[in-house]
């Protein structure tokens, strides 16, 4: 095997989700300090820069010039190298957030045990059943009370609708959690939170079969009551499957406690051996594989520099084939460019660092001079190609959106066409009317203050915003066979359109769609755009 070959083949590409709060910072110090990426746990964010006001944000934006969000963290452990993409939450949320998975392999879905299945886990794991990505699962914070772990299991398979098929399996939570029990090796390995962040301390682990030893540690109640859960799960749930993992139809779930790092080595060994290298993408000409020889490589975001003074923008960019190596020369499909990425560098946290060989698997950020827009296609001169492309997301939130003063439609026109363009909103009309009414859709309602900011700062143009109070959108999937004007609708639905001409409905409640749905039984609604 060439030594390229050798490279791809031990890249792992993967994204944590979770909804704010469950664990994923903690989870991710954790990992790293196995790959001894960090000495000690607690360099991943500060939690300040986690947790920041609006205020804070712009602040941060403009010091550091680029998003302190954005991280896109990559080690080496146990010979493979791993790169993990974080998935803003909080305020941060945002469409970015969405797209984020597109450019991984696999999903480390985090879940408090106390709290079960929270909305934004719910969001985030849709985008990775469209995408039929396979999906890991760590419940987390077992050294809390828990719910109960049957129930839980019942909440994913009902909520999410993935079966599950626990790996380990805990014994009690909070103060009287024991640890947990492996069901491949049939042994208990006690938890300790003596280890608490760091990576010394061996853990113990008894054999099933040692029932006195096991007895002592944690006592016969325990021991009885894993005895009969350990049968009825053997009897109930369903088997490991790796073709079904893979397919993402099968979720494999793991305990632990990442605050006191224990069940995050064991959930990482697993994990490592069940996920995929990385996965070939669909063009416009099959699909690319990662093996291939010439590189190739799609845009999955853009960040705009908040800093006057570098008006510049960044293009994240995943490799999906080949290798990639500084100054040389690719193509850009969409403008149909022979150009050099310059200044490639891999975002550690918020640290930036120049690379001069990245691979397919790999993620990098390169300096956009405005060219990029999500999902370009990025692939070596003589090639040419799409990718398939990433579909837009339903924003949650809307607005309409005029410019202050009238003399400057130009540049209202202009920054927010441009800002639309990097992904960070999106723009809509009315259905009926011209460009002269402007709806605004985002995912997460920080990004109406980042337009409003940037419109003045970048583009001096002051606006007026005025909150719409749809938090629905579909679009419509077969549009050709439909007649918008002839919809029945709900009296709070609104048609608007897409810059291309697209037909949107907006709504404010769930009910109104199931309603419209009803009443136009030829209507198909999808949740991501084209
Ligand atoms: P997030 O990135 O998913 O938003 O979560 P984060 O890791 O920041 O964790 C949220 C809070 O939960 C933090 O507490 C963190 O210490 C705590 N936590 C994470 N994992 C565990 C665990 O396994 N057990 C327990 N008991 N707590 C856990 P915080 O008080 O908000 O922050 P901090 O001041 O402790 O840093």
């Known amino acids: 095997m060439s030594n390229y070959q050798a490279e791809i083949n031990k890249r792992r590409t993967f994204a944590i989700i979770s909804h704010p709060d469950a664990g994923k910072t903690t989870l991710t110090e954790k990992f790293l300090l196995y790959g001894?990426?960090?000495?000690?746990?607690?360099?991943?964010?500060?939690?300040?820069?986690?947790?920041?006001?609006?205020?804070?944000?712009?602040?941060?934006?403009?010091?550091?010039?680029?998003?302190?969000?954005?991280?896109?963290?990559?080690?080496?452990?146990?010979?493979?190298?791993?790169?993990?993409?974080?998935?803003?939450?909080?305020?941060?949320?945002?469409?970015?957030?969405?797209?984020?998975?597109?450019?991984?392999?696999?999903?480390?879905?985090?879940i408090d045990g106390s709290k079960g299945v929270e909305a934004q886990t719910r969001k985030l794991f849709k985008v990775c059943v469209m995408r039929h990505i396979p999906i890991f699962t760590f419940i987390n914070k077992m050294d809390r009370?828990?719910?109960?772990?049957?129930?839980?299991?019942?909440?994913?398979?009902?909520?999410?609708?993935?079966?599950?098929?626990?790996?380990?399996?805990?014994?009690?939570?909070?103060?009287?959690?024991?640890?947990?029990?492996?069901?491949?090796?049939?042994?208990?390995?006690?938890?300790?939170?003596?280890?608490?962040?760091?990576?010394?301390?061996?853990?113990?682990?008894?054999?099933?079969?040692?029932?006195?030893?096991?007895?002592?540690?944690?006592?016969?109640?325990?021991?009885?009551?894993?005895?009969?859960?350990?049968?009825?799960?053997?009897?109930?749930?369903?088997?490991?499957?790796?073709?079904?993992?893979r397919r993402g139809e099968l979720t494999p779930v793991f305990f632990g406690s990442a605050l006191t790092n224990f069940g995050v080595e064991i959930f990482l060994h697993h994990f490592l051996k069940m996920t995929t290298t990385p996965l070939p993408r669909q063009a416009d000409i099959g699909m690319i594989y990662p093996l291939e020889k010439e590189f190739s490589a799609f845009v999955?975001?853009?960040?705009?520099?908040?800093?006057?003074?570098?008006?510049?923008?960044?293009?994240?960019?995943?490799?999906?084939?080949?290798?990639?190596?500084?100054?040389?020369?690719?193509?850009?499909?969409?403008?149909?460019r022979v150009m050099r990425l310059s200044q490639p560098q891999q975002i550690m946290a918020s640290e930036r660092k120049i690379l001069d060989e990245a691979y397919a698997g790999d993620i990098i950020g390169v300096f956009d001079p405005g060219i990029f827009s999500i999902g370009?296609?990025?692939?070596?001169?003589?090639?040419?190609?799409?990718?398939?492309?990433?579909?837009?997301?339903?924003?949650?939130?809307?607005?309409?959106?005029?410019?202050?003063?009238?003399?400057?439609r130009k540049?209202?026109?202009?920054?927010?066409?441009?800002?639309?363009?990097?992904?960070?909103?999106?723009?809509?009309?009315?259905?009926?009317t011209g460009m002269e009414e402007i709806i605004?859709?985002?995912v997460g309602v920080l990004q109406f203050e980042v337009l409003k900011y940037r419109l003045e700062n970048e583009y001096n143009v002051e606006i007026r915003m005025e909150k719409l109070p749809y938090e629905y959108i579909r679009w419509i999937e077969n549009k050709e066979e439909v007649d918008l004007d002839k919809l029945i609708g709900t009296s709070d639905m609104k048609k608007i359109k897409d810059l291309k001409g697209n037909p949107l409905l907006l709504f404010i409640n769930q009910w109104s769609i199931g309603m419209t749905l009803d009443r136009n039984k030829e209507l198909r609604f999808s949740e991501f755009g084209r």
């Not at 804070?56 to 993990?84: A, H, P």
């Open 300 to 336: 999955f975001k853009i960040q705009a520099n908040m800093n006057k003074a570098h008006r510049d923008r960044i293009a994240f960019i995943r490799i999906t084939s080949g290798k990639f190596e500084a100054g040389m020369e690719v193509k850009h499909v969409q403008g149909n």
């Open 411 to 432: 540049q209202f026109i202009k920054g927010i066409s441009q800002i639309a363009q990097e992904g960070a909103i999106q723009i809509f009309q009315e259905y009926n």
């Open 376 to 408: 370009d296609t990025i692939c070596m001169p003589n090639d040419s190609f799409l990718f398939a492309g990433i579909p837009t997301f339903a924003p949650e939130h809307f607005a309409r959106v005029r410019q202050m003063d009238t003399m400057k």
């Open 145 to 245: 009370d828990a719910n109960d772990t049957f129930d839980l299991l019942d909440e994913i398979e009902k909520e999410l609708g993935i079966a599950t098929c626990p790996i380990n399996w805990p014994i009690g939570s909070g103060k009287r959690f024991k640890g947990i029990y492996e069901r491949d090796t049939r042994s208990v390995v006690t938890f300790s939170d003596t280890e608490k962040g760091t990576k010394e301390g061996e853990e113990t682990r008894i054999s099933i079969t040692e029932e006195e030893q096991l007895n002592k540690v944690i006592g016969e109640d325990f021991l009885d009551q894993l005895d009969q859960e350990i049968a009825l799960l053997d009897g109930a749930s369903a088997e490991y499957d790796i073709e079904q993992i």
């Open 36 to 110: 001894g990426a960090i000495n000690l746990a607690g360099s991943v964010k500060g939690k300040a820069t986690a947790r920041h006001a609006v205020s804070d944000w712009m602040e941060i934006e403009k010091e550091r010039g680029i998003s302190v969000t954005s991280s896109v963290l990559q080690f080496e452990y146990d010979g493979f190298c791993i790169n993990i993409l974080d998935t803003p939450g909080h305020q941060d949320f945002s469409e970015d957030t969405y797209r984020t998975l597109m450019a991984a392999d696999s999903a480390v879905m985090v």
């Open 440 to 442: 605004v859709g985002v």
